[in-house]
């Protein structure tokens, strides 16, 4: 009898049930090498013990479940299934205030005030006291650039944010465009350069963010593998242990300064090359 094919669930969300293209071409190439793989949302309520393995991919959307998504991260951990990125990674990388750990660790961060939800300052007050002229505010948990704005201590008062904040000097340097570095397995793969609209700050493409072509230098892509041997550090884990993660920054007098590192469901861009055969060889040789 042949042996059994793993059964791998593909992670997704509400927003992409049945995967986005780059999961689609996962999906396909993962079940071209015997793996049968499926989509599964993670709000469904499943027995994941049944599957060897869960790839959290496109899980947009848990910052407005962000509990439900917490209770989901420990179910899954007390299952017996194995879970890329691992489950110590998603409960580390969900909430943004990991900068300050890879601050502490020696990674050339953008200059951050961490504001939890008692702080009885506000992010103009802090932007201020710390002589910046602009500033961005972004929610400790969120994705896809959902309630960043920029702003000037002298500003009118905006509506607070709910939970916990980063405040950040806004960095001139994002409109030459947002380096994204994408590692697989530890090794790095590919990279892009996302460039903000004219009339916008956020490179994102629901802002009217465009992508073109990158070759990253010596200089970037060092800082780049910095940043995650400081994550795995963190982690107590080797960098091959992050089956994938995404590096954002901008690049500062030939250096990298980091804007995010993205480790549970960022947009990887497998369809670039053979990234989503290498994607998918490095996930097998862990079943």
């Known amino acids: 009898m042949a042996p059994a094919e793993p ?11 049945e995967l986005t293209e780059d999961g689609q071409a996962l999906l396909a190439a993962l079940q071209e090498m015997g793996v049968d793989a499926v989509p599964v949302q993670w709000t469904a309520d499943h027995g994941w013990s049944e599957y060897e393995a869960l790839l959290v991919r496109s899980c947009w959307g848990y910052p407005d479940q962000i509990e439900r998504f917490r209770e989901w991260i420990e179910t899954v951990a007390d299952a017996d299934v194995r879970v890329f990125n691992p489950v110590d990674c998603l409960r580390w990388n969900h909430h943004k ?9 020696g990674v050339a961060v953008i200059e951050t005030a961490f504001l939890d939800r008692t702080a009885d300052r506000t992010p103009a007050a802090v932007a201020a006291d710390r002589g910046w002229s602009q500033a961005v505010r972004k929610p400790a948990v969120g994705t896809s650039s959902e309630e960043v704005s920029r702003f000037s201590p002298s500003d009118p008062p905006t509506e607070p944010l709910d939970g916990d904040v980063l405040v950040q000097r806004f960095a001139p340097e994002i409109a030459d465009g947002e380096r994204s570095l994408v590692f697989i397995a530890g090794e790095f793969s590919h990279s892009w350069l996302s460039i903000p609209d004219a009339d916008d700050f956020r490179s994102h493409n629901q802002f ?30 080797s960098s091959d242990d992050l089956l994938y993660a995404r590096v954002d920054g901008v690049d500062r007098d030939g250096r990298l300064l980091l804007l995010e590192l993205e480790l549970i469901e960022p947009y990887l861009g497998l369809q670039r090359g053979d990234a989503v055969e290498r994607f998918a060889s490095a996930l097998t040789e862990r079943l």
């Open 7 to 17: 059964r791998v669930g593909i992670v997704t969300g509400e927003a992409a049930p």
């Open 97 to 105: 205030f990991y900068m300050r750990d890879l601050a502490r660790r």
């Open 208 to 237: 009217g963010g465009r992508t073109k072509p990158f070759d990253p230098p010596a200089g970037i892509l060092d800082d780049a593998r910095d940043v995650l041997t400081a994550a795995a550090d963190e982690l107590d884990r």
